[in-house]
Nanobody, 125 residues
Framework: QVQLVESGGGLVQAGGSLRLSCAASGRTFSSYTMGWFRQAPGKEREFVAVIFWANGATNYASSVKGRFTISRDNAENTVYLQMNSLKPEDTAVYYC??????????????????WGQGTQVTVSS
């Protein structure tokens, strides 16, 4: 069992930066692949970024590649999402999620076993 708590959301102007944190509690955090997803009003939840437990490799949605960076600190049981050059279209509730199957379909929300409650990110133009 893993419990996830996100923090770091807020209101920022376009071009600004935010860093989201996701603190995990429970066993064997380092064995979970961790993902970030987001959901804007009226839209489906979409993949943002993932970091794999096996080798620390990362992958990003094309819409955020080059602007967002996912990282993890296994000693602190925390995963981060550094968001730079934010745009109004990045406005959404951001969720972190964990899965232990090392699924090749890491971009699908259905593959994830545990979810945080979400943190709101609002980017003003």
């Amino acid at each position: 069992q893993v419990q996830l708590v996100e923090s770091g959301g807020g209101l920022v102007q376009a071009g600004g930066s935010l860093r989201l944190s996701c603190a995990a509690s429970g066993r064997t955090f380092s064995s979970y692949t961790m993902g970030w997803f987001r959901q804007a009003p009226g839209k489906e939840r979409e993949f943002v970024a993932v970091i794999f437990w096996a080798n620390g490799a990362t992958n990003y949605a094309s819409s955020v590649k080059g602007r967002f960076t996912i990282s993890r600190d296994n000693a602190e049981n925390t995963v981060y999402l550094q968001m730079n050059s934010l745009k109004p279209e990045d406005t959404a509730v951001y969720y972190c999620a964990a899965e232990y199957k090392n699924s090749p379909s890491y971009y699908s929300a259905r593959e994830y076993d545990y979810w945080g409650q979400g943190t709101q990110v609002t980017v003003s133009s």
